[in-house]
């Protein structure tokens, strides 16, 4: 089966400058989740749905980060504006449901996030 | 909010050797699991436990849930150089708030 797919791999901007990120994750797959990942550290859970809702929206910083999933399958994650302290790796995920204990959280690749 | 303590933080080990890391919390999980990041690559699943003292393998991987529930550890064996990565543990508590911490990591490297 095809994996979680996200675009772009990479993206450079200028602080002050809007960005997006893509993803299509593994077909079926009810839970959607985006991660971000600084350096040398662990993923952090940004935002995660359940078909189409956003069931925990409790750590994405809502001044400046959006999501969205209108039809329940693929996702969008944006930031506008951008700041220096963006840089990171935003990874996306998905699950056949919320409950890891019957499916273990699948990662796409990520998209490597460059403020200047 | 909960925070995982991995170590060792990084490894520098010869090709065949065995390897040991682990995870530690103040918080109790019902869920641990381990990942294996290559460079340029999302995390991948390796072992999954569920129940505490559980003692599952993956070929020469094997994993144990603490009893306590509180910690965790990896141990590779006769480690081969694609082993090289960084090893991540990640604790799942229950409820209705389904949320994955991550440790912090652990880098692998293998010398031929």
């Known amino acids: 089966e095809a994996g979680v797919v996200q675009s772009p791999r990479y993206k450079i901007i200028e602080k002050k400058q809007p960005v997006a990120f893509w993803c299509n994750p593994i077909s079926g797959h009810n839970t959607l989740y985006w991660y971000r990942q600084n350096l040398g550290q662990g993923p952090e859970l940004l935002i995660r749905y359940e078909n189409e809702e956003a069931v925990d929206d409790s750590q994405l910083p809502k001044d400046r980060f959006s999501a969205e999933r209108l039809k329940g399958v693929d996702s969008t994650l944006k930031i506008q504006p951008a700041e220096l302290g963006d840089s990171a790796v935003y990874l996306c995920?998905?699950?056949?449901?919320?409950?890891?204990?019957?499916?273990?959280?699948?990662f796409g690749n990520g998209t490597r996030l460059t403020v200047t | 909010g909960q925070q995982l303590n991995q170590s060792p933080q990084s490894m520098f080990i010869q090709e065949g050797e065995d390897v040991s890391m682990n995870c530690t919390s103040s918080s109790i999980f019902n869920t641990w699991l381990w990942y294996k990041q290559d460079p340029g690559e999302g995390p991948v699943l390796l072992i999954a436990?569920?129940?505490?003292?559980e003692l599952t393998s993956n070929g020469r991987l094997t994993a144990q849930f603490g009893i306590t529930r509180k910690d965790s550890f990896l141990n590779i064996s006769a480690s081969i150089p694609s082993d090289v990565g960084i090893y991540f543990c990640a604790g799942l508590s229950g409820g209705s708030n389904y949320k994955l911490t991550f440790g912090k990591g652990t880098l692998l490297t293998v010398n031929p």
């Open positions: 995920a998905s699950s056949l449901d919320q409950g890891v204990m019957s499916s273990p959280l699948h």
């Open positions: 436990l569920y129940k505490a003292g």
